[in-house]
């Protein structure tokens, strides 16, 4: 099941990072020129239905779409202040799970498809923001405490966890402090945790080092997998071909305006791969097992101010050409 992975809200200057708000923000960005109403980060993939948050009257939608039908339904929206986050969708289980996250506290949630009713999986008085589940257990990445930067803006320090549906008990899995941890994906068969780190050693944002990481489930050691790119957003699994699908700057050392692209790296030899040539901003990569294909985002109209005028596209894996999706997100000014 192809999932997206949120990331948090921390603008992040490392390396050759200079537009980590747009990368890195969840929240919408609206301005005049048009676009659509898609939050960058929220997209699921499972067989033909797709889910992503959205806008609607300034609240966060979760949104359920048929990419074959093209048909959508809302199926709840956020309380003022609250956000919707790494929404999951699961085809079999006719459901989709979501973390709800409020100043105070996040919740995890599951809807399901046809009676839209809700359940409770867990709560935390902690910020949680991105989730996997694998049969009984639930990992996640949680803050740890607040910290201020000489400016007094507030962060956290994260880690990994794991939380166990049939003991309730929770389990430190990392004790990094990362900056943020983002793109968490679960593999059954090595037993292993892949994510992207952004962590500093003194803990000065201007000095953190970002990369792909495994964590192996069994002792708990964890390796960074070297894909040649110095900086990484958003990632997903692909089982079939046993490698990391991931959007990295294509143009590092042009010296011009930073271009986005899609890129693989093997699991098993480590080399690295680049998967599209569409010349501009290209992210959130989600596979889907059922089709082998990569579906994504695309703006072609990066760079300049319009962040949220994205396009759904999918990219054959084995063949490697990308196409528009039939399905579409809603524009702005037709909520």
Request: zero cysteines; proline letters at 2%; a negative charge.
């Amino acid at each position: 099941m192809g999932k997206k992975k949120t990331v948090i809200l921390v603008i992040l200057l490392s390396g050759t990072v200079l537009v980590s708000l747009l990368i890195f923000s969840k929240m919408y960005m609206a301005n005049e020129s048009g676009g659509n109403t898609y939050q960058h980060g929220t997209l699921s993939i499972d067989k033909e239905f797709l889910v992503y948050v959205d806008h609607e009257e300034g609240l966060q939608t979760l949104n359920l779409a048929n990419e074959l039908t093209g048909e959508t339904q809302r199926l709840i929206s956020a309380k003022e202040g609250d956000q919707i986050l790494d929404p999951t969708v699961n085809s079999a289980s006719r459901n989709v799970t979501y973390l709800a996250n409020s100043p105070e506290k996040t919740s995890l949630y599951s809807i399901d498809f046809d009676s839209h009713k809700i359940e409770k999986h867990m709560t935390m008085d902690a910020p949680v923001r991105e989730f996997v589940e694998s049969n009984e257990k639930i990992f996640y990445v949680k803050g740890n405490y607040q910290h201020s930067d000489d400016e007094g803006n507030p962060f956290h320090f994260y880690d990994i966890y794991s939380y166990d549906s049939n003991t309730e008990e929770h389990q430190q899995l990392t004790k990094k402090d990362a900056l943020y941890i983002s793109s968490l994906v679960f593999d059954d068969q090595s037993q292993k945790l892949y994510f992207i780190m952004n962590q500093s050693k003194s803990g000065d944002p201007f000095e953190a080092e970002q990369g792909l990481y495994e964590l192996s489930i069994k002792d708990q050691t964890i390796q960074r997998i070297e894909t040649g790119h110095q900086d990484i957003f958003d990632a997903d699994f692909n089982t079939a071909q046993n490698e990391i699908i991931f959007s990295g700057i294509s143009n590092p050392d042009s010296g011009s305006t930073y271009k986005y692209e899609l890129f693989s790296v093997n699991l098993d030899t480590h080399k690295t791969k680049r998967l599209t040539f569409l010349e501009a901003f290209v992210t959130d990569p989600v596979y889907s097992e059922s089709t082998n294909q990569v579906y994504f985002a695309y703006n072609k109209k990066f760079p300049g101010r319009n962040y949220t005028n994205f396009d759904l596209y999918k990219l054959d894996r084995e063949a490697l050409e990308t196409e528009k999706s039939s399905y579409q997100f809603r524009e702005l000014g037709k909520e």
